[in-house]
């Protein structure tokens, strides 16, 4: 879930509220606003004569805000309260489209509280999300239909406090309830908003073995060239590439592996 998720007035919508977020939410308070805008998300995407209420251009604004404020009057913090109000006056695409924005800048809330360890956000739910791709236990724990919310968030309790920042914490328990997918899928849709907040593009390098400083931003500097933007990259060490490296960086895929070139070099001896 990206701004890229969004098409029509849904997308000034998400960039005039991305600007109030980084305007009026203050780093102390962005991680109790980005909990309680989930919050909020998920009530509205649960209630769907809601969200028809606040996308229909025949009911009134003031009659929206009024709605608003009665459902979640004492219940949010002031800051959040405003911040939904604003996001329901705006104009969107769809009726999906308000939950899924109000989502998307909690989400990015939480990045944000922080602070200047916002890298390591995305790093930690990378590193999660692999642990998770790699460790059947794991995955299966995080997956079982029989365990509740609460048990599965008690077990990220035990394996991550105290060793990752807290709001790649608070992320990674938004990936327990089914909304975003299955965990790990949920957690790299996470990683990718979290870059997003940051103003980066992510990008996965797969590599035969692990790359030294220089290499790694070689790369990094190369990439950010090529797409006009600052790239921010994790490494998946995968000995089957014999040597070189393979990229991933949104919908792009850069095969520079020795294992691609022997395999296209064996298809064209085959075809003589």
Excluded at 182 to 187: E, S
Excluded at 198 to 209: D, E, N
Excluded at 241 to 270: F, K, M, N, P, Y
Aim: net charge negative; hydrophobic share 45%.
């Amino acid at each position: 879930m990206t701004l890229g998720t969004f098409r029509g007035p849904s997308v000034e919508a998400i960039a005039a509220l991305t600007e109030e977020l980084t305007d009026k939410v203050s780093p102390a308070e962005s991680a109790t606003v980005g909990s309680e805008l989930v919050a909020v998300a998920d009530t509205l995407r649960h209630e769907g004569a809601l969200r028809r209420i606040f996308t229909d251009v025949a009911v009134a604004s003031d009659a929206e805000v009024a709605i608003i404020r009665q459902l979640f009057g004492g219940k949010i913090s002031d800051t959040a309260l405003e911040f939904v109000v604003s996001a329901v006056c705006r104009r969107w695409t769809n009726g999906g489209d308000l939950a899924t924005g109000i989502d998307l800048l909690g989400v990015k809330a939480i990045v944000l509280s922080a602070g200047d360890q916002g890298q390591a956000v995305v790093d930690e739910l990378f590193g999660l999300a692999e642990l998770v791709r790699t460790t059947p236990e794991l995955r299966s724990a995080l997956s079982d239909p029989a365990r509740s919310v609460a048990d599965k968030s008690a077990l990220l309790d035990s394996l991550l406090g105290g060793k990752v920042q807290a709001a790649t914490l608070e992320l990674a328990k938004l990936a327990l309830n089914g909304t975003r997918g299955v965990a790990m899928n949920a957690l790299m849709e996470l990683r990718l908003t979290a870059a997003e907040a940051l103003g980066v593009i992510p990008a996965v390098v797969h590599s035969a073995k692990q790359l030294g400083d220089e290499q790694l931003g070689s790369i990094t500097s190369s990439l950010a060239k090529r797409y006009g933007k600052k790239v921010h990259v994790n490494v998946v060490i995968e000995p089957s590439l014999v040597g070189g490296v393979l990229v991933e960086i949104g919908d792009d895929v850069i095969d520079g592996s020795i294992s691609s070139r022997l395999a296209e070099a064996g298809r064209l001896l085959a075809a003589r």
